[in-house]
């Protein structure tokens, strides 16, 4: 590069200058108004070339249904289960890899010209906690329990970010802190608990994706905690941002507005814009320009503060290589390209690291044989066997003249609020036809009205009903936005068992279920297929019906992965990760956040329909041999428990190795049980494998609200392996000496 040019590059653009030096020379060059603008989502500054990192809906594939106010059409991405299916797979590194295809395709969007969109940022993953199944967006999160949830959640972040050691791929966002768990009254509600759950608890997957998985961003949650609305409680400050680094601190929706119309705590939007400011949000999803510049003016806000707030918010620019040499919103000029159109020699390698995604005749990524691999493979992985009775399944394809595919999920693959559009959807009418292919005759019937269900199944060797919820409770969301009498954000739904953002679940109950005992009164060989976002209460169905298979919305491959599992072309292994109730009467009031009064299979009164952790396979397996490498654990150390796990059955196929604690001596109140390590194996027929699992003494310790610090006590631990929280085959004690 001649030098007269590489002098005229701004000093951000500069990488041989620090990360702080960089972005003090971008201020610099700011104007007031640009820097406003900046606390938005887009935080591109034109006049100076400088992009936007943008944002993007992201947790389960990448959003950009389109949008015809701005005349920006709809792009085909990747879609995943929801959470709760990615959830079932018990599989972080699938995890990692499905959030890898989510960020080569946001980053492929971004680079593409022809879309002119910028979402760099993806707003995921969920990191919240399904402590309550009336939860109605409990459908966006990984489970019940803090450790697996804070797993998962670590994964998909280092997947969305990538690998490279210069730059991200793309950049997380985790939602929504914190405690945000009810959606009746969710705009002014306070949720109550102690310090001791606030550390051991609620905030132990964000900690984790922040500290152990490097995500520098966060949401924060509509509801109070302890009294003081998330937006502005200290702890944004005093603990997200000075002892887990988060960078992106961002309001949610409506929340400034919500400040003071429904939690009362300011007298108008200035005064909570101001609020939001000085409690560290610098990503406003609310009105806030006009009342910021007023701020400024007055001197409530200085821009100084405005400059520490962008400071943390152009790391992510950073990070992602917006600011880099040859990453001007507009092109840079010809002499700046090498020989054969490589990047200028000044220019990290790393910045090259996406120019696939640049090429305007690249292919689609969410075309190519790699993600739709991925995307089948987390489909598969995500299917639950919850009841095989007399070993039902799977059927011999060969074996069956005439199938009854019933019910109102049985030719349809549900969206939900948070996903996208993807590139095909297979559903289970479509699986099972292609799996059976034209010389078995298929009855379809897609609801009991004119007999149809009825004389489908009779007229069937076998019946497949497939039912379930609709994750928007019908097909008009978007225009159901309405505050209601009874504290909901959304019109209620007609089904008093579905739930969605906005409204929480009345009930339990699968409605749907009335069609199930039709359908089992004229054939007994009946199979249940549960595609849902929440546990039902199937008492019923567990009773009678032969064999019952779960799975979670939304798979572009859904139906794929059920025809493959019922033909036995693969054979189950996911596994619950919330705990069934039999009964709403066996949960505590909605609003109760104490999770001691019987919350979440660590503290759950009664007996469960299905318990945490659970799933069948149509093989068995023995457990065997459990040892652990130390007989005492230290403070700082880490144990390993190893076991051997034989696959005793007929068929190839994996088992979910769980490990819990169960504390003996503990001086101060602990749970049951907790998790503390799992990992999904794969096992050939009559092999053995040796699992070993790793437990960090670190995780054993309690939050000592006297000291307000981690205290490790001297104690007796149960380590206890198994293939659910009710199903421990071994155990053997652990002595802690801190």
């Known amino acids: 590069m001649p030098a007269a040019v590489a002098q005229q590059a701004p000093g951000f653009r500069n990488t041989a200058l620090s990360p702080e030096a960089r972005i003090h020379d971008l201020l610099s060059r700011m104007t007031l108004e640009e820097k406003i603008d900046c606390l938005s989502t887009d935080t591109a500054v034109p006049r100076l070339g400088v992009r936007s990192f943008g944002s993007s809906e992201g947790i389960h594939g990448v959003v950009q249904r389109g949008n015809e106010e701005h005349h920006r059409e709809a792009i085909y991405t990747t879609q995943f289960p929801q959470p709760p299916g990615m959830g079932e797979t018990w599989d972080p590194d699938l995890v990692r890899q499905a959030a890898a295809v989510e960020g080569a395709e946001a980053r492929y969007i971004s680079e593409q010209p022809r879309y002119n969109r910028s979402i760099y940022m993806l707003w995921g993953p969920q990191a919240d906690l399904a402590r309550d199944p009336r939860w109605g967006r409990s459908e966006e999160v990984y489970g019940e329990d803090p450790f697996f949830n804070g797993t998962m959640v670590v994964n998909f972040v280092k997947g969305l970010q990538g690998d490279d050691p210069n730059h991200w791929q793309a950049a997380a966002l985790l939602k929504h802190f914190l405690a945000n768990s009810n959606e009746d009254l969710r705009t002014k509600s306070n949720s109550v608990f102690d310090a001791r759950l606030f550390w051991e608890y609620y905030s132990v997957p964000f900690r984790m994706g922040f500290l152990d998985g490097g995500a520098r961003g966060v949401m924060a949650s509509y509801n109070a905690w302890n009294g003081t609305p998330m937006a502005v409680n200290p702890v944004l400050k005093s603990i997200v941002e000075d002892k887990w680094g988060v960078d992106v601190l961002s309001s949610d929706g409506g929340a400034v507005r919500l400040l003071w119309t429904d939690h009362k705590r300011f007298p108008d939007q200035k005064a909570a814009v101001i609020a939001c400011l000085h409690a560290g949000i610098n990503q406003f999803l609310d009105t806030y320009k006009d009342e910021?510049?007023?701020?400024?003016?007055?001197?409530?806000?200085?821009?100084?503060?405005?400059?520490?707030?962008?400071?943390?918010?152009?790391?992510?620019?950073?990070?992602?290589?917006?600011?880099?040499?040859?990453?001007?919103?507009?092109?840079?000029?010809?002499?700046?390209?090498?020989?054969?159109?490589?990047?200028?020699?000044?220019?990290?390698?790393?910045?090259?690291?996406?120019?696939?995604?640049?090429?305007?005749?690249?292919?689609?990524?969410?075309?190519?044989?790699?993600?739709?691999?991925?995307?089948?493979?987390?489909?598969?992985?995500?299917?639950?066997?919850?009841?095989?009775?007399?070993?039902?399944l799977p059927l011999d394809k060969h074996a069956i003249r005439s199938i009854a595919v019933i019910g109102p999920l049985a030719d349809s693959v549900h969206w939900d609020w948070y996903g996208g559009y993807p590139p095909y959807a297979v559903t289970p009418l479509d699986g099972i036809k292609a799996a059976l292919g034209p010389y078995v005759r298929v009855h379809y019937a897609g609801s009991e009205l004119n007999q149809a269900a009825i004389n489908a199944a009779r007229a069937s060797d076998v019946a497949i009903v497939v039912v379930g919820n609709d994750p928007t409770c019908g097909p008009d969301m978007a225009h159901d936005w309405h505050d209601t009498v009874d504290g909901g954000g959304t019109l209620p739904c007609a089904v008093p068992s579905d739930g969605r953002e906005g409204r929480d679940r009345e009930s339990l109950t699968l409605e749907q279920e009335q069609l199930v005992k039709q359908v089992y009164a004229v054939n007994p060989r009946t199979v249940m297929v549960l595609i849902?976002?929440?546990?039902?209460?199937?008492?019923?169905?567990?009773?009678?019906?032969?064999?019952?298979?779960?799975?979670?919305?939304?798979?572009?491959?859904?139906?794929?992965?059920?025809?493959?599992?019922?033909?036995?072309?693969?054979?189950?292994?996911?596994?619950?990760?919330?705990?069934?109730?039999?009964?709403?009467?066996?949960?505590?009031?909605?609003?109760?956040?104490?999770?001691?009064?019987?919350?979440?299979?660590?503290?759950?009164?009664?007996?469960?329909?299905?318990?945490?952790?659970?799933?069948?396979?149509?093989?068995?397996f023995r457990y065997s041999n459990l040892r652990l490498d130390k007989p005492f654990l230290r403070g700082g150390e880490e144990v390993t428990a190893t076991v051997d796990v034989t696959n005793t059955g007929g068929r190839d196929g994996d088992e979910?190795?769980?490990?819990?604690?169960?504390?003996?001596?503990?001086?101060?109140?602990?749970?049951?049980?907790?998790?503390?390590?799992?990992?999904?194996?794969?096992?050939?027929?009559?092999?053995?494998?040796?699992?070993?699992?790793?437990?960090?003494?670190?995780?054993?310790?309690?939050?000592?609200e006297k000291k307000n610090q981690w205290t490790l006590e001297r104690d007796r631990v149960d380590v206890r392996i198994g293939a659910s929280s009710a199903d421990i085959r071994l155990h053997q004690e652990l002595a802690i000496r801190p």
Not at 672 to 695: A, D
């Open 292 to 392: 910021t510049a007023a701020a400024v003016k007055e001197g409530s806000v200085t821009e100084a503060e405005i400059d520490d707030l962008l400071r943390r918010k152009f790391v992510i620019s950073l990070k992602l290589g917006l600011l880099d040499p040859g990453q001007e919103s507009t092109p840079p000029p010809a002499a700046n390209a090498g020989v054969d159109n490589q990047p200028p020699a000044v220019v990290p390698a790393s910045t090259d690291q996406h120019q696939d995604a640049m090429q305007k005749d690249s292919p689609e990524p969410w075309n190519s044989d790699k993600h739709r691999a991925i995307s089948q493979k987390m489909a598969l992985e995500s299917v639950v066997l919850l009841k095989n009775e007399g070993n039902m």
């Open 532 to 620: 849902s976002s929440f546990p039902y209460t199937v008492n019923w169905s567990q009773q009678y019906i032969p064999a019952i298979l779960h799975m979670a919305h939304a798979s572009q491959d859904e139906g794929t992965a059920l025809a493959k599992v019922l033909f036995g072309d693969y054979n189950p292994a996911g596994r619950l990760v919330t705990t069934w109730p039999a009964s709403l009467d066996q949960l505590p009031p909605m609003m109760d956040y104490n999770i001691r009064d019987g919350r979440t299979y660590m503290y759950f009164k009664g007996q469960p329909l299905y318990p945490f952790g659970y799933g069948l396979s149509y093989t068995s």
């Open 656 to 704: 979910v190795v769980q490990l819990y604690i169960s504390h003996q001596g503990s001086l101060v109140a602990r749970a049951k049980e907790e998790l503390k390590g799992f990992q999904r194996v794969h096992i050939p027929s009559g092999q053995t494998v040796s699992v070993p699992l790793t437990v960090k003494a670190d995780d054993l310790a309690y939050w000592n």
